[in-house]
């Protein structure tokens, strides 16, 4: 399977509520980065984590990494219709020179 | 989407013809790549650059062909060698290749009549 696998597929909630989606990776990296991707449009970069960093905040996204267990999981408090979208996490390692993206979560907001 | 572009939004090509995608970003990034998704699919590297003049084959660039004869364009030709041409084709930028911020063009939309 491939790198940077997230979990679940698709996740519906309804708004107000928290999202939490999980990253899982296989190989060491340098950073993990978290995108954004509305349907049928490019991806938006939403935050990046280092290796030697554990939990990481911006605005309502809350980002956590756990190397030992290779993992991460992006949570987006207090939800929002607009937050529906797809979203991806990316692992770069230096040595490779390149990000590999997973299959991504579909999250879908109901107002 | 800001800073790199991409042409034509959606695109029709019958079976057999060669066709181009354009890309272009006006960030001065060195490096550049190409992606393709299918579906309800992730990202997957076709091609990828790091510098002017230079370019390598990412994980399936089979059916594909590139060049970066400037820094701010990196046009894509998906070849009649390309089985299942159908997908969403993804251009993106980086500072430099070990940069790990890739900054995304909209996006072309690639039909095989």
């Known amino acids: 399977s491939q790198q940077g696998e997230e979990d679940p597929q698709a996740l519906s909630i309804q708004e107000g509520e928290n999202a939490t989606m999980n990253c899982s990776y296989k190989?060491?990296?340098?950073?993990l980065q978290w995108y954004r991707q509305n349907s049928g449009r490019g991806l938006v970069h939403l935050i990046l984590?280092?290796?030697?960093?554990r939990e990481k905040h911006s605005g309502r996204l809350r980002v956590t990494l756990d190397t030992s267990k290779k993992s991460s999981s992006l949570l987006i408090t207090a939800s929002r219709a607009a937050d529906t979208a797809s979203y991806f996490c990316?692992?770069?390692?230096?040595?490779?020179?390149?990000?590999?993206f997973g299959d991504g979560t579909t999250l879908t907001v109901k107002p | 989407d800001g800073g790199i572009t991409q042409s034509p939004k959606y695109l029709f090509r019958k079976e057999g013809q060669n066709v181009t995608l354009s890309c272009e970003q006006n960030l001065n990034h060195d490096a550049m790549y190409w992606y393709r998704q299918d579906p309800g699919q992730g990202l997957r590297l076709i091609y990828y650059?790091?510098?002017?003049?230079?370019?390598q084959k990412g994980d399936i660039a089979e059916g594909y062909s590139v060049s970066r004869e400037k820094k701010e364009s990196f046009p894509l030709t998906v070849t009649s060698a390309q089985k299942n041409p159908t997908a969403f084709y993804l251009c993106a930028s980086s500072i430099t290749y070990d940069t790990d911020t890739q900054y995304f063009g909209p996006g072309t939309r690639l039909t095989v009549l």
């Open positions: 190989t060491s990296i340098n950073n």
């Open positions: 650059s790091q510098i002017v003049n230079d370019f």
């Open positions: 990316a692992t770069f390692n230096t040595n490779a020179g390149k990000s590999t």
């Open positions: 984590i280092r290796s030697n960093e």
